[in-house]
């Protein structure tokens, strides 16, 4: 019986860890299949566009020809050149300087996806085609919830890590700080306290049928409470409880039963979707912590980014992290090399996730001191009671 156990236990813990991880893989493939297909879909469209010179090119570049003809020597024309050539500039269209199959590769599509559900939105990639923008808005339809989908139920993984480190810290510090208030006399005469009030302690085992019947007998003046064959029904059941634990008994009900276990797992996912979100609300972690954080996470990214980034120094590369993990996106600064920022894509979800969760703990302190507030306006504005004589 112990061999076979032993198997129907190791298949139990890996199907209850496999039920507990489904819902969380399934958001995370869900999204990145979302964005796979996106970048196929917006890399067909965008990238195989025919690039026709529009009437406002032309004469773009019949402007810019003339200018560069006025070009001279002097100083103060040149000046006059500069203000003409970036009035002229300023109405250009970035899509004229643009070859479209470079720009939408697969893995600028892709790029440029992820740009959309996260709601980042840089700016400097962006559909042309009325068909693209169209499906565009659509993609953005389904993908901004599904990415907020997942960043919710990551951030409970989050949040529950974060607390539970949080708790453990506090315990040792309560520990450390017990350790150095507490002295030598004290210490022992609470061990002595705690040790003699175990030894105390009597455990009861379960009586047995032969046990019970003998009590029932010494009582057969009383009111009789059940039936006897209610009472040895009760009495058996207790003895099997005793004989066998609750976990082979499942086990062997599951093994018995395929359809009772599949019911039972199907219960716990829909559980566990029901409870996305949960762990947010429960959260208490001091905003402070959530803010430091947030600066060493930026801080690694920006000291990294900048080894395939050239162009960018430490602070431009911790302005730009930090413009993309609160989706501002402003697009001042651009990217050379988006393909090999997609790998930090994990980056980006996790940081989005951190800064979250910061938001939703900011949150609960201000609608806490708008509270205080309107309670304290409150009592200034409520006349006081009088106390009326007899």
Same mark, same amino acid.
């Given at each position: 019986?112990?061999?076979?156990?032993?198997?129907?236990?190791? #298949?139990?813990?890996? !199907?209850?860890?496999?039920?507990?991880?489904?819902?969380?893989?399934?958001?995370?493939?869900?999204?990145?299949? *979302?964005?796979?297909?996106?970048?196929? @879909?917006?890399?067909?469209?965008?990238?195989?566009?025919? $690039?026709?010179?529009?009437?406002?090119?032309?004469?773009?570049?019949?402007?810019?020809?003339?200018?560069?003809? #006025?070009?001279?020597?002097?100083?103060?024309?040149?000046?006059?050149?500069?203000?003409?050539?970036?009035?002229?500039?300023?109405?250009?269209?970035?899509?004229?300087?643009?070859?479209?199959?470079?720009?939408?590769?697969?893995?600028?599509?892709?790029?440029?996806?992820?740009?959309?559900?996260?709601? $980042?939105?840089?700016?400097?990639?962006?559909?042309?085609?009325?068909?693209?923008?169209?499906?565009?808005?659509? *993609?953005?339809?389904?993908?901004?919830?599904? @990415?907020? +989908?997942?960043?919710?139920?990551?951030?409970?993984?989050?949040?529950?890590?974060?607390?539970?480190?949080?708790?453990?810290?506090?315990?040792?510090?309560?520990?450390?700080?017990?350790?150095?208030?507490?002295?030598?006399?004290?210490?022992?005469?609470?061990?002595?306290?705690?040790?003699?009030?175990?030894?105390?302690?009597?455990?009861?085992?379960?009586?047995?049928?032969?046990?019970?019947?003998?009590?029932?007998?010494? @009582? =057969?003046?009383?009111?009789?409470?059940?039936?006897?064959?209610?009472?040895?029904?009760?009495?058996?059941?207790?003895?099997?409880?005793?004989?066998?634990?609750?976990?082979? #008994?499942?086990?062997?009900?599951?093994?018995?039963?395929?359809?009772?276990?599949?019911?039972?797992?199907?219960?716990?996912?829909?559980?566990?979707?029901? !409870?996305?979100?949960?762990?947010?609300? =429960?959260?208490?972690?001091?905003?402070? +912590?959530?803010?430091?954080?947030?600066?060493?996470?930026?801080? &690694?990214?920006?000291?990294?980014?900048?080894?395939?980034?050239?162009?960018?120094?430490?602070?431009?590369?911790?302005?730009? &992290?930090?413009?993309?993990?609160?989706?501002?996106?402003?697009?001042?600064? =651009?990217?050379?090399?988006?393909?090999?920022?997609?790998?930090?894509?994990?980056?980006?979800?996790?940081?989005?996730?951190?800064?979250?969760?910061?938001?939703?703990?900011?949150?609960?302190?201000?609608?806490?001191?708008? =509270?205080? $507030?309107?309670?304290?306006?409150?009592?200034?504005?409520?006349?006081?009671? #009088?106390? &009326?004589?007899?």
């Amino acid at each position: 019986m112990a061999t076979t156990s032993q198997p129907l236990r190791g #298949k139990a813990t890996c !199907k209850k860890i496999f039920w507990a991880v489904f819902p969380h893989a399934c958001f995370i493939l869900s999204l990145v299949i *979302y964005a796979f297909l996106g970048a196929l @879909m917006f890399s067909h469209i965008e990238g195989t566009r025919e $690039v026709t010179v529009s009437e406002e090119y032309r004469t773009f570049l019949q402007n810019l020809t003339y200018l560069a003809r #006025k070009l001279s020597d002097n100083v103060t024309e040149n000046e006059m050149f500069e203000d003409d050539i970036r009035e002229l500039f300023n109405t250009a269209d970035p899509v004229w300087f643009i070859n479209p199959e470079d720009r939408w590769s697969f893995f600028g599509s892709l790029f440029f996806c992820c740009t959309v559900f996260t709601t $980042v939105g840089y700016g400097n990639t962006y559909p042309v085609t009325r068909v693209g923008k169209y499906l565009c808005m659509l *993609y953005a339809l389904f993908g901004i919830p599904l @990415m907020f +989908l997942v960043l919710t139920d990551m951030g409970d993984i989050l949040a529950t890590v974060l607390s539970k480190s949080y708790n453990e810290f506090r315990k040792l510090q309560s520990k450390i700080l017990a350790s150095k208030l507490c002295s030598g006399s004290t210490c022992s005469k609470r061990n002595e306290l705690k040790s003699r009030a175990q030894s105390k302690i009597v455990i009861n085992e379960p009586l047995t049928i032969m046990e019970v019947l003998r009590s029932q007998s010494g @009582m =057969k003046q009383r009111r009789v409470k059940y039936r006897n064959v209610e009472l040895f029904e009760m009495l058996i059941a207790r003895e099997n409880e005793n004989m066998q634990p609750a976990r082979n #008994k499942s086990m062997e009900r599951w093994s018995s039963c395929p359809e009772l276990a599949r019911e039972k797992a199907v219960s716990r996912v829909i559980e566990n979707f029901d !409870k996305i979100g949960k762990e947010l609300e =429960k959260l208490d972690v001091p905003i402070v +912590l959530m803010v430091l954080i947030i600066f060493v996470y930026i801080s &690694c990214a920006a000291a990294i980014l900048p080894n395939w980034e050239k162009n960018m120094d430490f602070q431009e590369a911790f302005y730009f &992290c930090f413009i993309t993990l609160t989706t501002i996106g402003f697009g001042d600064t =651009k990217l050379e090399h988006p393909k090999f920022f997609l790998f930090f894509s994990l980056y980006i979800i996790i940081g989005m996730e951190i800064v979250f969760i910061a938001f939703k703990l900011g949150q609960d302190r201000l609608i806490v001191l708008y =509270k205080k $507030v309107i309670s304290s306006c409150a009592e200034k504005n409520t006349p006081s009671k #009088k106390i &009326c004589p007899k």
